[in-house]
């Protein structure tokens, strides 16, 4: 059925009906950064992880070209959630101990693996909501309910996910919270009650300030890639996992089908000592230059 | 009823890719029967009136200071009242930058369907289906938009800029407008070239080049061309060249008219940022780079050899 579509993709398929609407509880929000109070407590930090084929997955789809072919497939954390977003809220925790990192998935049981390796790079407690997803705008919703409940200073997803390529979750949970959004960050840093960020635009880059609460994008520059050790991995098996039931909301899009793109029709080889036949072909042929 | 064109301006003027959009959106409403409205939003020195040789009848602008800088949040509050002003049921971003930070909210803001990253027309026969890029641009997925209000963010070099005659009628549109939550405190625009996104050629470089000081003829080449530069990203990580040239899987993603790869393997997560491109061209010492599969056009042998007389050739065609 439709609810299975997008069963394969690291957005998952929600199915929207569970009326659940379950109350999460992650904790006091008193440490809030921008508590009236005043007193600068620890940075609370929501990292959001995706599962998604790896790079090298093959790319295949069964049922009519209504389902991805996941038999086989090796499921790894987005690139992006990985590399930057969550080894930025580390480096951050490395800074400053008292920080709290929380990560959140979407996803059906067989997200968990996922989840936990992200746990193993580091991360104090993972939330996954039980959903398997239909959809950025539901998806969007649940992170948005568990972040509102939550009382998060910052929260980080990764530029987009490598295989339903919206880049738009991010954007939608800082609507959902009315949250400033920065997004394509390339570099974060906290200054006082507030953030730095170095954000790509059109054609360059630009620094920016902004107060916590944040909802903020991470791209490449962020962070260094890193890789698990020992340690990290026996202790991400002992850090808390809570499932949680998703919040009751229907999709705004569903996905019909799947194509693969049109095969090549080979390439056509132009000898070593004669290149100017390939500008040739390039101008009478192809018709690019 | 209408089509609403986001049209993205930078420094007071309109981008290719709005251009693409517009384009795009003119053709949407011809297929509803509705007409297509633009809104821009600060200070432009471009004419509004000229974009409607590209199929936009009218223009809303908020002539507006505070918004020459982007800013998502306070752009999506402005769109949303606009969106109302203009009864608009479609909505069409440029999928850049800025698109990709406020369509997203906006879809958000009024519950309409998004479909990002999107490659085609919509399909209108049976629902509202639009096609669009997805696992990196190994694949495609059709997408049917729920909703009544329907937005659509469109990948750049997907749609071709179509004239179809015309001048746009251009109406100031008073709104509030917020003040921004992000605070600016400079800005580093990379002046006088093509934005990598946007062109329409590139020559990209790999490890084969051996190192920094070999550039110099790949980018003799693209000059002769008009072509932005790009790279592979192990040469972006051992900074030979600067990271927003980086392509691939964890880079850009590109769709240009033309793709010259030089000394680079192909490995899929290069391919995934350049696989969109309508032609691609391998240079490449190894008969079994695995890039020769992905190419239309393709040299077996030495890049140092091979470029320069390619260079010559080119600028010999153009007379220059
Ligand atoms: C998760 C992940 C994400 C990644 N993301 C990206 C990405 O976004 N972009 C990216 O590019 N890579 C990415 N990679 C790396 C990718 O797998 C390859 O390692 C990389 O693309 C190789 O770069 P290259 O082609 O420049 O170098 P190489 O693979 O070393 O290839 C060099 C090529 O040059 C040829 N050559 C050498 N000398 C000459 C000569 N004189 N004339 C002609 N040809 C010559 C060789 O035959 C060879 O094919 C990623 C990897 C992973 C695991
Ligand atoms: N199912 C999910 N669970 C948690 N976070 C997600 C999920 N899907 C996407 N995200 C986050 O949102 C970002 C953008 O995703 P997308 O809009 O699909 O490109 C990803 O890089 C993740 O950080």
Known sequence: GQQDVLAGLGHGAVSGRTNQNSAVHLGSTSDHVLDVVGVAGA???????????DTTAKIAFTDNNTKFAAGGVQWIINPYDEWYALVRAIELKEKDPSTIIHLITVGAADAEPVIRKALALGGDEAIRVNSSGSDSFTIASQIAGVAKEGGYDLIFTGKETIDYNGASIGGMV????????????????LAGAGASIVREIEGGEEVCQVALPVVVSCQKGMAEQRIPNMKGIMGARTKPLKAVEPVAVDALTSIV????????????????????????????????I | ??????????????????????????????????????????????????????????????????LNHFDAQVFTQVLASAVTAAGADVVIFS????????????????????????????????????????FSGKAFANVAI??????????????????????????????????????????????????LTEAELVVS????????????????????????????????????????????????????????????????????????????VVINKDPEAPFFKAADYGIVGDVFEIVPKITA????????
């Open chain 1, 257 to 288: 089908s799947f194509e693969l793109p049109p095969a090549k029709a080979g390439v056509k080889l132009v000898p070593a000592d004669n290149p100017e036949e390939l500008v040739r072909l390039l101008h009478d042929e192809a018709k690019v």
């Open chain 2, 95 to 134: 999928n850049n930058v800025d698109g990709k930070a406020i369509a997203p909210r906006l879809s958000a803001r009024l519950k309409a369907g998004l479909v990002a990253g999107a490659i085609a027309l919509p399909e209108i026969t049976a629902g509202f289906v639009v096609k669009k890029n997805v």
């Open chain 2, 313 to 320: 050739a080119v600028k010999k065609l153009k007379g220059i």
């Open chain 1, 174 to 189: 800082a609507e959902l919270l009315d949250l400033p959004y920065v997004s394509l960050a390339t570099k974060f840093d």
């Open chain 2, 205 to 280: 470089g790999g490890r084969g080049l051996k190192g920094p000081e070999n550039w110099g003829m790949l980018e003799d080449l693209a000059r002769a061309l008009g072509a932005a530069t790009a790279c592979s990203r192990p040469v972006a990580d051992a900074h030979w060249r600067p990271h927003h040239e980086h392509v691939g899987q964890t880079g850009f993603a590109i769709a240009p008219n033309l793709y010259v790869a030089l000394g680079i393997s192909g490995a899929i997560q290069h391919l995934a940022g350049v696989n969109r491109s309508k032609v691609i």
């Open chain 2, 146 to 195: 729920n909703t009544g209000i329907k937005i659509i963010s469109l990948n750049i070099n997907s749609y071709p800029v179509t004239e179809v005659g015309g001048s746009a009628e251009v109406v100031i549109f008073d709104t509030t407008v917020n003040e921004a939550k992000v605070k600016v405190s400079s800005v580093n625009k990379v002046t006088g070239e093509v934005p």
């Open chain 2, 1 to 66: 009823m209408s089509v609403l064109i986001f049209i993205d301006q930078s420094d007071g003027q309109i981008r290719k890719a709005s251009h693409e959009a517009i384009s795009y959106g003119a053709k949407v409403a011809e297929m509803l029967n509705t007409t297509a409205e633009g809104i821009v939003l600060g200070t432009v020195t471009d004419s509004l009136q000229e974009l409607g040789k590209y199929g936009v009848k009218k223009i809303h602008h908020v002539d507006n200071a505070s």
């Open chain 1, 43 to 53: 940075v609370k930090i929501l990292v959001c992880i995706s599962k998604t084929p």
